[in-house]
């Protein structure tokens, strides 16, 4: 590979590391051209970008990336043998997912797993990837904060709402009983 298309790999990274908030590396050596088609297909359907990439361009385009250069030490320990690395814009557990759900279908122990970066959170290790795959999404997140912050309201307008029944309920009972 001449330098001139390094530099370039290097430049597509960097930008797709900037333009996408999740990425997870993987190590898929050993599968076949077969399984990577399969592998590569179940992305495109998720919208999730699959790309292989040697090992010292994705190092060098982490330590130009403004996101990633606090995490670029922590990759270059994972940055050995083969890897490809998937790409997602909409949330941080849908790779995760498409990883193990190839993994499960296809009965195989690859790819597996090097590192992830959800939103700026790093995960090293295969052990990370059942937990990646439950994580919620941003809009799911913010969805149980407001209904965390609209509880207390809801239970005051009830007790107010259940309050002027019982404050009816009285005044009825005290007026059949006066009459």
């Known amino acids: 590979m001449k330098r001139e298309e390094k530099l370039q790999v290097i430049e597509g990274l960097v930008e797709k590391f900037s333009a996408f908030d999740c990425f997870y590396v993987v ?7 077969e399984q990577v088609n399969k592998f590569r297909k179940s992305c495109a359907e998720q919208n999730i970008v699959y790309q292989v990439a040697k090992n010292t361009l994705i190092q060098k385009a982490l330590e130009q990336s403004e996101k990633c250069i606090p ?5 270059s320990s994972v940055l050995k043998g083969f890897s490809g690395i998937l790409f997602s814009r909409d949330s941080g557990r849908a790779p995760g997912k498409i990883l193990k759900d190839f993994l499960e279908t296809e009965k195989l122990n690859l790819p597996v797993l090097k590192a992830a970066s959800i939103y700026g959170d790093v995960f090293i290790g295969a052990e990370h990837l059942d937990r990646l795959t439950t994580l919620k999404s941003k809009e799911e997140i913010l969805g149980d904060i407001i209904t965390l912050l609209k509880a207390p309201i809801l239970n005051v307008l009830a007790a ?6 019982r404050l009816m309920g009285m005044m009825e009972t005290f007026l059949k009983a006066s009459t």
């Open 27 to 33: 190590d898929a050596m050993g599968l076949t051209v």
């Open 71 to 75: 995490h670029a030490a922590a990759f």
């Open 160 to 165: 107010m709402q259940s309050g002027e029944k």
